[in-house]
């Protein structure tokens, strides 16, 4: 039994989106946090989302490390893949140092002051535009896919909702989603 999928090369398209996810969804509700009652959700589970998105970047940064190993690609999208690599790597160092900073000031008993949660909330704005802003950053890794195949193995049933078995007669275009 195959622990991937047979369009999955390796496992940083599975990977990738959690930390995405987690980080969003932590900020999201970071904000909430200023609106809402302490009882309903409080900065502690905020820090572990920020820590759990942190711990799932690192994983997705060095999945996406062994998949650059593996795949090849021409030298025109080399210098893509480079700039999504260093862009992943400064927002792994940042979410893990931002991570550890809010554990750091709830030992310290310091994210009890409004001032002080403001403020890392503010930090945390950044950090979540290191792979939110989706064309040169976030949607590299489905650019090299649609241009090159780097990431998934292209199959004749791909995408052959409705018809399974069948080949595959409609091409989509992941660029223009």
Request: include cysteine; charge should be positive.
């Amino acid at each position: 039994m195959e622990l991937l999928p047979e369009w999955a090369l390796n496992i940083h398209p599975l990977v990738v989106h959690f930390p995405v996810a987690l980080l969003v969804v932590a900020a999201g509700l970071n904000l909430l946090t200023f609106f809402i009652p302490e009882k309903w959700w409080d900065e502690w589970k905020n820090t572990i989302l920020y820590g759990l998105g942190a711990v799932a970047a690192i994983a997705a940064y060095y999945t996406g490390q062994s998949a650059a190993d593996t795949v090849f690609l021409p030298s025109q999208a080399q210098s893509v893949l480079n700039n999504h690599a260093d862009w992943a790597f400064w927002t792994v160092w940042y979410f893990g140092l931002y991570a550890a900073a809010r554990i750091a000031l709830h030992w310290y008993k310091m994210m009890d002051k409004f001032s002080l949660r403001i403020l890392a909330f503010v930090i945390a704005l950044p950090g979540v535009f290191l792979f939110s802003n989706r064309r040169p950053r976030c949607q590299v890794g489905i650019w090299l896919w649609s241009r090159y195949r780097a990431v998934v193995r292209a199959t004749e049933h791909w995408f052959n909702i409705g018809n399974p078995g069948q080949p595959a007669t409609n091409k989509f275009n992941f660029c223009h989603l």
